[in-house]
């Protein structure tokens, strides 16, 4: 079993940055590739990043550029840097994470998410 804590969120306003983290305990080995995903009111949810056991990183469309995702795979934890946002993108970002083993296939996780505001 997997538990996942994020935080980091809050107000910024238009044009700030903000970082996430996102903090995984118990079973964590094998844990493939962790993300994070953003829902906002009346919108689909939206894949903003993701990083893979080896590095490789998928960013959504309308973040490259801006924002950077990290993990340290040691210490069980990844972070999101988000740079010039925009107040369409207020949503809730919420950490997730596969995880692959061999008797199981795979499992996703999730965490509780964090609000993220911006707003003048």
């Known amino acids: 079993q997997v538990q996942l804590v994020e935080s980091g969120g809050g107000l910024v306003q238009p044009g700030g940055s903000l970082r996430l983290s996102c903090a995984a305990s118990?079973?964590?080995?094998?844990?493939?590739?962790m993300g994070w995903i953003r829902q906002a009111p009346g919108k689909q949810r939206e894949l903003v990043a993701l990083?893979?056991?080896?590095?490789?990183?998928n960013y959504g469309e309308f973040v490259k550029g801006r924002f950077t995702i990290s993990r340290d795979n040691g210490k069980n934890t990844e972070s999101l840097q988000m740079n010039s946002l925009k107040p369409e993108e207020t949503a809730i970002y919420c950490c997730?994470?596969?995880?692959?083993?061999?008797?199981?296939?795979?499992?996703?996780?999730w965490g509780q998410g964090t609000q993220v505001t911006v707003s003048s």
């Open positions: 118990g079973s964590t080995s094998s844990l493939n590739a």
């Open positions: 990083v893979m056991l080896d590095g490789t990183t």
């Open positions: 997730n994470a596969k995880q692959y083993r061999n008797s199981l296939g795979w499992t996703d996780y």
